[in-house]
């Protein structure tokens, strides 16, 4: 049998990689050792760096796959994966290595999009949104035609962006009226 070769690929709508093999490996520590794994975005200025959370083997006797969950990925940027071939790693039901002409792929990111945590009058005129992560300060999240509300309630600037929360300068509120929030970041 030959040495196996790799396939990679983000799952859709998680933080997680998948590296399938052409050959059923042997489930033991260098399958699951994480410093045989390296993610690294092609730019790093445009991309968050994979950490690693946990690598999970297939649940059979020989996997023909493994997934690594990362703390993240930036959707749609390429990222470059590499396995250790050189002193050690993982290696198939025979013992071989896994190929070295095939121990480097590129993937695209995916992960999971930042929900809206909560939204909550501040002030009069302002207002605090928490989202579900922490969030790139970036142009568009500054960008106050992003933000829209219902009932005439308007949206003057952003007044800031500091981890998951982003602050908004709104028009005078007025009491006990409930506003509804859409915000357009694509």
Known sequence: MSNPTIIVYGLDGTSTVRVLFSNPMTDNDE????DNYTITPLDAGLSVPAIYKKIIAENKTYPTYVDIDCTEMTIGQTYN????VST??????????VDPATGV???????????IKSVEATGDDECKITFSEVMENNLDIKNPTKYTFDNGLTVL???SVSGSEVVLKTSEQTEGTLYLLTISLT
């Open 31 to 34: 399958l699951l050792d994480v």
């Open 81 to 84: 994966f590499e396995i250790n």
């Open 88 to 97: 050690g790693g993982p290696t198939d039901f025979e013992g071989n290595l």
């Open 105 to 115: 792929k590129t993937f695209a990111g995916t992960g999971k999009k930042p929900t």
């Open 157 to 159: 600037s952003v007044e």
